[in-house]
């Protein structure tokens, strides 16, 4: 497997296996230093509730590693061509931003801004940006490292990247999501499994039924074709 430079600093990014959604596994390159993501094609929404939760669990045991700002521009690690900055509507509310390649090698990503995609960053009012301000007067900004003055601005004036914090409520949310959805990612065949056995029993019973009156050739060999048919489908969908 080929060492990705990150397309900030350049140097090597640490490589993390996931499991993917359907079958095989998703593998990320990650930059501490840069605290960024590189995802190919679209490996950020082909990693399973279960990966989720443990790329977050990674990135908070590096929450407090010391954190270089991001470089201008940014290039692609795999045609060196600048990436070009996007901004999109999180699925839970609020905006994330992200760098892509033209040539569609993919795309980088900040790790606040991969939280903030994923559900587990608020970002704040008009009004909690105000009386923020006034306590504290200047940030870092969590989407490329730059200060900003939220006297005067209520988004980062280099990325545009919204003002945001990690609200425990909105973590609490986002992993209790993540972990419903594994359980039910990981348990549905076995769901499945069940009510095919149920019904192979309840057909065994009527046969029995339809045995014992004699009427063995009224039974419903259509519908129990269809039945049958309407199950595997079931199973294939799951």
């Known amino acids: 497997m080929k060492p990705t430079a990150c397309p900030s600093c350049r140097q090597t990014m640490y490589k993390q296996r996931f499991e993917r959604l359907l079958h095989g596994e998703v593998v990320l390159d990650l930059c501490f230093p840069c605290q960024g993501i590189w995802f190919d094609d679209f490996e950020s929404v082909q990693i399973t509730p279960g990966g989720i939760i443990e790329l977050f669990k990674l990135i908070h045991a590096h929450r407090d590693g010391q954190r270089q700002p991001l470089s201008d521009p940014l290039r692609c690690p795999r045609c060196a061509e600048k990436l070009l900055h996007g901004l999109d509507v999180a699925k839970h509310g609020g905006q994330f931003n992200y760098h892509r390649c033209l040539q569609k090698h993919g795309r980088f990503t900040t790790f606040a801004q991969f939280m903030i995609e994923k559900g587990f960053v608020r970002q704040l009012s008009s ?100 039945d049958g048919v309407e199950l595997i489908w079931n199973l294939l969908r799951h």
């Open 127 to 226: 009004a909690e940006i105000s009386e923020l301000a006034v306590k504290i007067g200047s940030i870092r900004c969590n989407g490329c490292g730059a200060p900003v003055d939220i006297r005067k601005e209520h988004a980062c004036g280099h990325c545009r990247s919204p003002i945001a914090i990690l609200d425990p409520s909105a973590v609490e949310q986002a992993l209790a999501r993540f972990q419903q959805a594994e359980v039910r990612r990981t348990t549905r065949d076995v769901e499945a499994l069940g009510d095919a056995i149920v019904m192979r029993e309840r057909e065994k019973s009527r046969y029995q039924r339809e045995k014992q009156q004699g009427r063995i050739e009224d039974l419903e060999v259509g519908d129990l074709l269809i």
